[in-house]
């Protein structure tokens, strides 16, 4: 295999004796007619059908256009619901890879193991296969096809994604070295690079430090990747002077297919937004972070205006993200990351999450109130009123008098002192007649003022008299771990082997206006238990699920509602096996929604959605150590043995026929 994929894995050793090697990948090389044109080893290329009914969920473990020397891994995660289980062969009869010409068929799943961009073996369960380089080089094309054991499903083809045969790893190799010493000083050696034609080059920095990533004038789209890498500690950041005028910020590279590899690379969010990219990079063992801490304001205020950190859609594969927000929104592929310490959403809208861990997730410091104005009206007038309405526009009235304040929220504003923070408020209303207020906190933007408890939002009149009433700021920030947009129509999703502790999240939020072909096993959750406590798989907006698949997850500590309101489902979806503090319908059941073998905390015996569940013990006693990330079935878990619905838990542990309930096995 090719070293510079970073791919492949030496067995270990247990007791002094080898351990058995694993099977090797099945192997494909192009078929004769590929000439190194894309698609010219296929006689016919392979198609997805049009969907009329259910499909498995089948999604790439390897992001695509890689360049590779000898051979190159690639793998799926798929499965489909085959009669109410998975536990054979992850319901599919096969899974085919179709590379230029040549097929090979995979019938069994299996963990496979290799070395991530930083050295370290990693385990991933799927279906895998290699691509061998048989001297033939260009650009060839890769279909995936799984196909269910359930002859009334269709098949699922995805691709085309392009791979590169080639003689050597990279086409261009620069070293940056601020000193001086090496080709480029700077990142910029990306222009070079596009000047060059390189269509896969390595940007190789050498000399530890803080680098700008700059901008390539106009757009790099290299054919692969361009690659940078650092053989020293390096952290990517930007000037803070803006930042702290109130400017918004980004990087802004304009390199499409930009892989940023190895945990040597820093990328610093302290005095930028975001990250802004087209779609199809790839981040490989990098770090984020945001180095002024998790709660830090900019102009007084959050920064999830965005709604995103890293804008487009890419491939993530083994990270860290430290005190981040919305870290890896709509992403193709999250694979093997750890979230510690970060705050807003995680996967919001994503495609693929598999074996990632979220430690410590918590927003509530901005959510939290504080008392940030008293407003007291001492005037003539038998009445006085003040009220904010949803644009920011605050309304006193006194007597026959009404005059409003616009709150503003820009930067113009935040440097003029208008009308933007609670002092700017507090300095307008006592200039009004009778109106006296006092200062209690001014850390916050005015556009986060509300009353007691109401979280920042608008509010109507409240009455004002001499004994002064108190407003709070308030940032409403209320994070999902997995969260699906409400008016989304998405397909193909996979959400299965993560873990997340200390969470404040809801786990699962998943409405979505039509969601077809979704699998999600084996995660596990332990949420804090002062937070909010349940997940929808369901909203009051009106909603279709097709082969939607909930199995064997944990949620120690949070509750399973579903909404029937609006929701309907077809005969391939699927809720069993899971382990959870309750299970419980809003506005009604759905009888169409096949439920089975669910387990509930004793307090919900007999609450439950699920009328075969199980019911018996708590978050203490049915896990090992749940808060510490430690799931193992304990107690009524063990006790209640049913038909396992996945062969594989979570750990990679096999489940027998019949196995505990949840994430992980006995």
């Keep these: 295999m090719s070293a510079a994929l970073g791919l492949g894995v030496r067995p270990s050793t247990s007791g002094g004796r080898p351990a058995a090697r694993p099977a090797p990948l099945p192997a494909l090389v192009p078929a004769p007619a590929f000439t190194g044109a894309p698609g010219s080893g296929f006689a016919a290329l392979p198609l997805d059908p049009v969907r009329t009914t259910a499909k498995p969920a089948c999604r790439l473990l390897v992001p695509p256009r890689q360049r590779f020397t000898g051979r190159l891994t690639v793998g799926v995660y798929a499965g489909a619901n085959d009669g109410g289980s998975l536990f054979d062969t992850m319901g599919l009869a096969k899974v085919t890879f179709h590379y230029e010409g040549t097929s090979v068929d995979v019938t069994e799943p299996r963990v496979h193991s290799f070395r991530d961009a930083n050295g370290k073996s990693v385990h991933y369960f799927g279906y895998w296969a290699e691509l061998a380089n048989n001297g033939t080089h260009g650009e060839a094309l890769l279909y995936i096809e799984a196909v269910p054991r359930d002859a009334t499903m269709q098949a699922r083809v995805i691709g085309p994604y392009s791979v590169f045969p080639a003689p050597s790893a990279h086409d261009l190799v620069l070293d940056i070295r601020a000193d001086g010493s090496g080709d480029f000083t700077s990142i910029a050696a990306a222009s070079h690079a596009k000047a060059q034609g390189a269509g896969h080059p390595l940007l190789r920095i050498t000399q530890g430090g803080s680098y700008e990533l700059g901008a390539v004038a106009g757009t790099y789209a290299p054919q692969g990747y361009c690659t940078i890498e650092a053989s020293a500690p390096v952290v990517i950041s930007t000037d803070a002077a803006a930042f702290d005028g109130g400017s918004f910020v980004r990087f802004r590279p304009f390199i499409e297919f930009l892989r940023l590899r190895g945990e040597n690379i820093t990328v610093d969010f302290a005095n930028a937004h975001e990250l802004e990219l087209l779609t199809g990079c790839w981040f490989d063992g990098c770090r984020f972070t945001q180095s002024r801490g998790a709660y830090a304001l900019w102009r007084k205020t959050t920064r999830t205006f965005l709604g995103w950190l890293i804008r487009g859609s890419h491939y993530f594969t083994e990270c860290t993200f430290t005190h981040t927000y919305n870290s890896l929104d709509k992403c193709l592929l999250a694979r093997g990351n750890v979230v510690r310490e970060c705050w807003a959403d995680i996967f919001n809208d994503a495609f693929c999450m598999v074996g990632n861990r979220v430690l410590g997730h918590d927003s509530r410091a901005y959510v939290d109130q504080i008392a940030a104005l008293e407003v007291a009206y001492m005037g003539l007038e038998a009445g006085a009123s003040i009220a904010i309405s949803s644009n920011n526009l605050l309304t006193i009235t006194y007597g026959a008098v009404t005059e ?8 113009a504003a935040f440097l003029a ?68 947009s409400t008016a989304a129509t998405l397909e193909n999703i996979v959400v299965a082997d993560n873990i997340g502790i200390d969470l404040v999240t809801q786990n699962l939020f998943l409405p979505g206006q039509l969601l077809a072909d979704v699998l999600v096993l084996n995660n596990a959750f332990h949420n804090k238990t002062d937070a909010p406590n349940s997940s929808d798989l369901g909203s009051a907006v009106s909603g279709a699920r097709s082969h939607f698949v909930v199995a064997h997850n944990t949620m120690a500590t949070q509750v399973l509602r579903i909404n029937s309101a609006g929701l309907s489902v077809d005969p391939y979806c699927l809720v069993a096996n899971n382990s959870l503090r309750a299970l419980i319908w809003q506005n009604g059941p759905s009888p ?36 510490a990330g430690d799931f193992a079935p304990r107690g009524d878990l063990l006790a209640t043995p049913v038909p396992a619905v996945v062969r594989t838990a979570q750990g990679r542990r096999k489940r027998g026929a019949l196995a505990a309930k949840g994430a992980v096995a006995a």
Aim: aromatic share 8%; charged share 15%.
């Design 417 to 484: 002192h208008d009308a933007y923070s609670v002092a700017d408020v507090a300095a307008w209303l006592n200039t009004r007649p009778g109106w006296q207020a006092s200062v209690l906190d001014d850390s916050r933007a005015a556009q986060a003022l509300g009353v007691d408890g109401g979280k920042g939002l608008s509010f109507a009149p409240r009455s004002v008299g001499p004994v002064p009433l108190r407003l709070y700021t308030s940032f409403d920030i209320h994070a999902d771990w997995c969260q699906v």
């Design 592 to 627: 169409a929604l096949a439920m089975a073998n669910n387990h509930v905390h004793a307090v919900e015996a007999g609450k439950s959605a699920d009328t075969a569940s199980t019911a018996g013990g708590d978050a203490m006693t049915l896990y090992a150590d749940a808060a």
């Design 404 to 411: 409003t304040l616009q709150i503003n929220t820009t930067q």
